[in-house]
């Protein structure tokens, strides 16, 4: 499970005490925003993409929306998302868990100016039922991202 390998990584960083499971599901932004007792706008979520034969993952604010016209003048191609069956086996998490940390290898992380609006954010952890709530140089240093980009609109 991908969870597991979630709280491995926290593990050797012995931060693994911090990755909070639910009885309820947060595979939505909506959801997690529920089960966190949080604004919506505080959760972390990742959107799965492909860029040509590439693996990109976009870590937003979860108010925030993809802007077309931005994520093409910074990809150079058009938004166009995993589909569900590829999420998997592309990323190493299942939908309602892909998180920036425990990746498949070459999947490449991004994280939207869109989440520097908070001083802690709350990202998945690998199933439809977690999270961790990381400061945003907690999230810069466990992501494994490449830049900070902009590629939203908040909503």
């Known amino acids: 499970m991908s969870i597991e390998k979630v709280r491995e990584y926290f593990r050797k960083r012995g931060m693994a005490d911090r990755v909070l ?3 309820v599901s947060s595979a939505t932004v909506e959801l997690a925003a529920r089960a966190l007792q949080c604004e919506p706008c505080r959760i972390a979520k990742t959107l799965s993409f ?5 693996v990109v993952l976009v870590v937003a604010a979860g108010d925030a929306k993809i802007d077309n016209q931005k ?3 910074y990809f150079g191609k058009k938004a166009k998302m995993l ?4 999420i998997e086996p592309l990323t190493g998490h299942k939908v309602g868990g892909v998180c920036p940390f425990a990746v498949n290898n070459g999947v490449e992380v991004y994280l939207d100016v869109s989440l520097k609006l908070f001083k802690t954010v709350f990202p998945a952890c690998g199933s439809a ?3 961790i709530e990381l400061t ?3 999230l810069e240093q466990h992501s494994g991202f490449l830049e900070w ?7």
């Not at 492909?50 to 590439?54: E, L, S």
């Not at 589909?83 to 590829?86: C, F, L």
């Open 21 to 23: 499971e639910f009885d």
């Open 50 to 54: 492909r860029v040509g034969d590439r």
């Open 71 to 73: 994520y093409k003048a």
């Open 83 to 86: 589909s569900a069956e590829e």
């Open 129 to 131: 039922n977690s999270a």
């Open 136 to 138: 945003i140089p907690e």
């Open 149 to 155: 980009i902009d590629v939203c609109r908040l909503c």
